[in-house]
């Protein structure tokens, strides 16, 4: 074990595995994400079953994501005020709760749309609650000469989650059908917060002094009075409304564009994913690299732009080759952003940035809904297309006013 250790403490890819606390937030993140998609996939392809509709698969990625702007801003308070391991646990505790009463309502064969949407809202409001704790509490359980790698191998879980999710929630609905699917993504919770547990953090010293929205007011216009900070943010917002929502539809994408069943729509899944764990290990290889504004500005291009190569197709192993392009780019825009959003803020304004961050994450969900009332209008692929275009003027127009995002 030792010997293991000191191999991956000399492969600078994994060195900030070398933090005990750290592998263990790693590892829920991994198990806790994973349970996450196998539930988006699972839901995605229950929903357009119940209701046959674009539309309403939009509006229920979009029912979730609401939450996230009302009550992530308390989220990041609560992360700048509170034990962040604690209210990652209580967040983990709760999603398994409700994700396994949905799937008691699969398997019983009540569920009904309304109840989709009434689970979805609380899980949304649950994450914005204590997702901003996950991003915050990283540079406390490693050095600052790891925070890059760190938070790099951060994306890089979201990406493995994301890969492995979709694959097992292919198999569990081949094999035990919804409501299998859904305890699989309820027992990941169940094991994510059991990891979390063992992790003890250094003590913070935690100010309580001022009123919540005292509080809220500084950390927003420390926000507002940092001009990359909002650049960087507003960019991220872009992405995530006008071009990420397309895995949200993927369900339409895979069975009314190319002409796929469930097995292919979970391989499409996949193919992100496994482009999105490129994407993050080569964001962990730089490490500490020294064109960050260059390295974000052209994988959120590429993004984008492959995106309407992939609305074009008609070709399904075409298509899953532009799903791993996709995920790449959008795995390295993801690392990238982070790494600096983490790096350039202070400790006591991290949770509420953060918090302004993970709103941004919740987008995709708002954009879905936007994507899926298009797409009963003018078509899936137009309006993918469409989207990218608008994003792509929006990250040139960026790139073009703030030249200090170049040279950073």
């Known amino acids: 074990m030792k010997n293991a250790l000191t191999n991956i403490r ?29 539930l988006i996939t699972a839901r995605g392809w229950l929903v357009l079953q119940l209701t046959d509709s674009a539309f309403w698969v939009g509006m229920i990625a979009f029912i979730m994501g609401i939450p996230s702007l009302f009550f992530a801003p308390f989220g990041g308070l609560y992360a700048d005020k509170l034990d ?12 398994a709760l409700l994700i396994l009463l949905l ?50 191998m951060n994306t890089l879980s979201w990406q493995i989650g994301r890969f492995i999710g979709p694959a097992i929630a ?12 859904f305890y699989g993504a309820g027992i990941a919770f169940v094991v994510a917060f059991l990891l979390l547990s063992r992790i003890r953090p250094p003590a913070t010293v935690i100010s309580r002094q ?30 995530s409304l006008f071009a990420t929502p397309y895995f949200l539809l993927m369900p339409v994408f895979a069975r009314d564009v190319l002409g796929v069943g469930e097995a292919g729509y979970a391989q499409l899944m996949m193919a992100v994913g496994a482009g999105g764990l490129g994407g993050a ?28 190569l992939f609305a074009m197709l008609r070709s399904f192993p075409l298509s899953l080759g532009l799903a791993v392009i996709i995920g790449s780019a959008n795995g390295l825009f993801i690392a990238v952003t982070t790494a600096i959003l983490l790096s350039i803020v202070p400790d006591q304004f991290r ?46 127009g960026v790139t073009l006013r703030l030249p200090a995002l170049r040279r950073f």
């Open 10 to 38: 000399g492969i600078q890819i994994f060195r900030s595995l070398r933090h005990h606390n750290y592998r263990l937030l790693l590892g829920s993140t991994i198990v806790a994400l994973s349970g996450y998609w196998i």
């Open 84 to 95: 962040r391991r604690r209210l990652m646990l209580l967040g983990h505790g709760i999603s």
């Open 103 to 152: 799937a008691t309502l699969v398997s019983t064969g009540v569920i009904a749309i309304w109840h989709i949407a009434v689970i979805s809202v609380l899980l949304g409001t649950v994450w914005a609650l204590t997702d901003p704790a996950s991003l915050a509490i990283i540079p406390s359980l490693v050095t600052p000469d790891d925070l890059m790698n760190a938070t790099a």
């Open 170 to 181: 292919g198999v569990l609905m081949s094999l035990v059908a919804m409501g299998g699917t």
């Open 210 to 239: 001022t009123s919540i929205w005292r509080n809220i007011r500084e950390g927003l216009g420390y926000i507002r009075s940092n001009t990359m900070l909002m650049t960087l943010i507003l960019m991220v917002a872009g992405v």
């Open 281 to 308: 290990i080569i964001a962990a290889k730089l490490g500490d690299f020294k064109r960050k504004g260059w390295l974000l500005i052209g994988s959120a291009l590429a993004f984008t732009a492959m995106l309407i």
């Open 351 to 396: 949770g509420r940035v953060m918090s302004l961050y993970v709103m941004t994450w919740q987008l995709p969900s708002i954009g879905s809904l936007m994507l899926g009332a298009a797409t009963d209008w003018v078509g899936l692929p137009v309006a993918v297309v469409t989207g990218a275009l608008i994003c792509i003027v929006f990250i040139l």
